[in-house]
């Protein structure tokens, strides 16, 4: 019985790991440009520097 | 022997590189000293949680879960749930987050002083970089000895491999600040997850699960299954576990970084509860790695009494075949990397942010701003160097990790919650929490060293050590804030009441 939960609780883990992190990573690489984008722009605007 | 060859080195050479070149091309977005410490604000969610997940899984992470993995069976794992638990139900409810973003400071110390004046601000910060600093002191050395053991590496060639290492990590830290943190750790994280898992599915198909349960139940029965019947664990140590978790989310800076780089206080709460499962699993999978190597290592490869935290490591090196060699150590790499360098910049934040800001009479120029953490960044990569060379582990590492981490935690996280949730809470409550909340973990340190009581120190346990020094910084904090009140009858209400 305590194995199994175990057992379970790994599953989840590995699909978890197999599919979230794709997910983040394609949304992340979005972030990323996205935040330098802003940024690039702050500098832009901003004197001292 | 392990399975090390020039393609393994070739994909270890190539992660090397690329993380070398992202690291130091956003070097030309940072035009402040926010940016360098904070990302400007601009981090979005997505970015975030790969950013956290990274952080907080190194190779002392790995090692300390797979050690608990073979030390207790499945329950080990027991301390992935209660920080995947505490991560959510911080982000969830905002639990001391929520009032910590939307006050906008860059460090905890920083909101500290509004409660309670500059000079528990200094305090806070000092307690914080030294548990810090001793917290990640043992890192450089883990990792050095995780490699040589997986890859064949001679211990000789050990020092100059990591220093080489560390350079390369503090050279892009030091160029990009949080900006390159944040682009390193993406790409940490999607290395680290591909190592992970491959030598997961591999293991798998090698070990029946079958096996595992059946070893895991002749070594230790019931106990390995069920941390509460478990000896070395028990309601003690799920308590223990579970104060320290919820420190960790509210207080711990390097996880508090990523909360207040988030563009607004809800980007930041939707990190930590994204990112919650992500813990749950850098324990519980690196702890089936060390029930594999306990399931196949013949007695006598990690002696009776001897350092268990290197059973996983040679049992890898054993099994892992050429290829699939260089992406765990690039995955391992990425984990340890991704946490140097976030906690090198993090803790120098706050030796900039809050132990140096007496001394930065008028406004500091950007550029003067950004020599000066630079400067700091590099002077912990000298400091880690000399501290991870020559400090011995007493006990597990995961047990050094919670007693160094709990010199501040407690401490850090009752002023925290006094700070945002309770009035009458002052300078004199603040510090008695924070001169409380380091005794017990520091004097636990000592009794463990000193021969004439390390049997004492052995009976009290880190458990017992570590609820008695959250219990202490509470009771300190209530009673040193009333004594104020009754003493000198200071006023309740306000924001900087408590001075």
């Known amino acids: 019985m305590a194995a199994d939960f175990w057992w379970w609780l790994l599953m989840a883990c590995l699909v978890w790991y197999s599919t979230i992190t794709v997910y983040v990573s394609i949304r992340g690489a979005w972030d990323i440009r996205g935040m330098l984008a802003r940024l690039q722009a702050l500098n832009d605007d901003d004197p001292e520097q | ?99 910590l973003r ?82 390193t750790d993406y790409l940490q994280f999607i290395v680290m997850s591909i190592g992970l898992l491959a030598v997961t599915f591999l293991l798998m198909a090698e070990i029946p699960w079958t096996t595992m349960v059946d070893t895991v139940r002749d070594k230790y029965g019931e106990a390995g299954f069920n941390p509460l019947v478990n000896p070395n664990l028990g309601w003690s140590y799920i308590v223990f576990n579970s104060l320290l978790n919820v420190a960790v989310a509210i207080t711990w800076q390097t996880t508090v970084a990523r909360l207040l780089s988030a563009k607004d206080t809800k980007t930041g709460q939707r990190v930590y509860t994204a990112t919650s499962f992500f813990f749950v699993c850098q324990f519980l999978i690196p702890a089936v790695w060390g029930i594999a190597a306990l399931a196949t290592l013949e007695p006598g490869v990690i002696p009776i009494g001897g350092n268990t935290a290197n059973a996983m490591p040679i049992y890898l090196s054993r099994t892992v075949p050429l290829g699939l060699m260089g992406l765990l150590v690039a995955g391992m790499l990425a ?34 701003g950004l020599l000066w953490n630079r400067a700091i960044i590099a002077l912990i990569g000298v400091f880690l160097l000399i501290y991870g060379l020559w400090y ?92 104020k009140d009754l003493i000198l009858g200071t006023p309740r209400l306000g924001d900087a009441d408590g001075r």
């Open chain 2, 102 to 183: 939307d006050s906008g400071v860059v460090t905890i110390a920083e909101l500290f002083e509004k409660k309670f004046g500059p000079r528990i601000r200094w305090l806070s910060g000092l307690v914080i970089v030294l548990g810090g600093l001793l917290n990640m002191g043992i890192f450089l050395r883990q990792g050095g000895e995780f490699l040589v053991l997986v890859c064949g590496m001679s211990p000789g060639r050990l020092e100059i491999t990591m220093t080489i290492l560390l350079c390369g990590v503090a050279i892009y830290t030091m160029a990009g600040g949080m900006l390159s943190v944040l682009i």
């Open chain 2, 335 to 368: 984990a340890d990397m991704s946490t140097d360098s976030a906690y090198m910049l993090t803790w120098g934040s706050v030796i900039y942010n809050d132990l140096l800001a007496p001394f930065r009479h008028g406004r500091w120029s950007e550029k003067r």
């Open chain 2, 1 to 99: 022997m392990s399975h090390f060859s020039w393609i393994d080195g070739s994909i270890v050479g190539l992660y090397l590189l690329a993380t070398m070149v992202a690291g130091l091309s956003v070097r030309k977005y940072v035009g402040k000293v926010e940016h360098f410490l904070i990302a400007g604000r601009e981090m979005d969610v997505y970015l975030g949680v790969a950013s956290l997940a990274a952080t907080e899984f190194g190779i002392v992470t790995c090692m300390s879960a797979a050690q608990l993995g073979y030390d207790n069976g499945f329950a080990g794992a027991t301390v992935g749930i209660t920080y995947g638990a505490a991560m959510f139900l911080v982000g969830y409810t905002g639990f001391c987050v929520k009032p």
């Open chain 2, 392 to 483: 011995e582990i007493q006990d597990g590492i995961w047990t050094y990790l919670t007693i160094t981490g709990t010199i501040y935690l407690s401490s850090m996280a009752t002023l925290l919650v006094a700070c945002c949730y309770w009035p009458r809470a002052n300078n004199w409550g603040a510090a008695g929490a924070i001169l409380v909340g380091a005794t017990f973990p520091l004097a636990y340190l000592v009794l463990q060293k000193l021969p004439a009581t390390q049997e004492l120190a052995k009976s009290i346990g880190p458990n017992y050590s570590g609820i008695a020094a959250f219990v202490g910084a509470a009771a300190a904090m209530i009673v040193g804030s009333l004594a």
